[in-house]
C-alpha cells in the first residue's frame, strides 16, 4: 500500500531533550515537506526537500534540522525542543514540488 | 507575503443541506489551487484546479476556480455525516520556497 509512515503518532518530552521524528514513504517520490498544523495558523511549511542531499527551509525553520540521504525517508529533528514547539506535525510527499501532497498520519508533539 | 484565506471558519449544517466553502488567495506567482479533506488524521487530497472556470467533479463534490477574482469555491451537494472534516484550501507558488501555502481551514459538521 502506498503510503508516507510517521513515527511516532504522539510524544511527550521536556525541554532541551533532543528528539527526532521519523518519516518514510514508498512511492519513490522525489518531493518530501514537514509542516506544522496549529489551531487558527493552518499548516506551516518547516522544510523540504526536493531530492536527496537537496533540503532547502520553508516558512518556520527556526528550531528544526531535517536530512535526506535517501529518497525514501526524511527525518524531523529537533535538537533543543522548546514549549512553543509543541504541535501537530506532519510529513508528506509528492512525485514533484507541484503535484498533490500524500500525507503521513501526524505526530502529535508536547513539549514542557 | 502570499496569502490564503477561507471562509468560513466552521460551519454546522444538517444531512441533505449544501453547502459552499471559500477560498481566496494572493500569491505572487500561481501555479494551481488544491482541496483537501482532513478527518481526524492526514489531509487527503481532493481536487487541482489550475484553469479558470474549468469545474471539477467528484460525487457530491465539485469545485472551480476564478483567477481573476483570485478565489476558489468547493461545493458539496446532498451532505452526509461522513462529509463532516476540516477542508483545507491550499495554493501553489513556485517561486515561494516551492511552498504550498494553506489556509486555516473550514470546520465542516454535518448533522444527522
Known amino acids: 500500500e502506498a503510503q508516507v509512515t510517521q513515527n511516532p503518532r504522539y510524544l511527550i518530552t521536556v525541554t532541551g531533550k533532543k528528539l527526532t521524528v521519523t518519516c518514510s514513504q514508498n512511492?519513490?517520490?522525489?518531493?518530501m515537506s514537514w509542516y506544522r498544523q496549529d489551531p487558527g495558523l493552518g499548516l506551516r511549511q518547516i522544510y523540504y526537500?526536493?531530492?536527496?542531499?537537496?533540503?532547502d527551509k520553508g516558512d518556520v525553520p527556526e528550531g528544526y534540522k531535517v536530512s535526506r540521504k535517501e529518497k525514501r525517508n526524511f527525518p524531523l529533528i529537533l535538537e533543543s525542543p522548546s514549549p512553543n514547539q509543541t504541535s501537530l506535525y506532519f510529513c508528506?510527499?509528492?512525485?514533484?514540488?507541484?503535484?498533490?501532497?500524500?500525507f503521513g498520519n501526524g505526530t502529535r508533539l508536547t513539549v514542557t | 507575503e502570499d496569502k490564503v484565506v477561507q471562509s468560513p471558519l466552521s460551519l454546522v449544517v444538517h444531512e441533505g443541506d449544501t453547502v459552499t466553502l471559500n477560498c481566496s488567495y494572493e500569491?505572487?506567482?500561481?501555479?494551481?489551487l488544491l482541496w483537501y479533506k482532513q478527518e481526524k488524521k492526514a489531509p487527503t487530497f481532493l481536487f487541482m484546479l489550475?484553469?479558470?472556470?474549468i469545474e471539477k467533479k467528484s460525487g457530491r463534490l465539485s469545485s472551480i476556480l476564478d483567477k481573476k477574482e483570485l478565489f476558489s469555491i468547493l461545493n458539496i451537494t446532498a451532505t452526509q455525516t461522513g462529509d463532516s472534516a476540516v477542508y483545507l484550501c491550499?495554493?501553489?507558488?513556485?517561486?515561494?520556497?516551492?511552498?504550498?501555502?494553506f489556509g486555516a481551514g473550514t470546520r465542516l459538521t454535518v448533522k444527522p
Open positions: 508528506a510527499s509528492s512525485l514533484s514540488g507541484y503535484s498533490p501532497l500524500h
Open positions: 512511492m519513490n517520490h522525489e518531493y
Open positions: 526537500s526536493m531530492n536527496v542531499e537537496v533540503t
Open positions: 500569491v505572487t506567482n500561481f501555479r494551481s
Open positions: 489550475t484553469s479558470s472556470g
Open positions: 491550499a495554493v501553489d507558488d513556485p517561486y515561494n520556497n516551492n511552498d504550498m501555502r
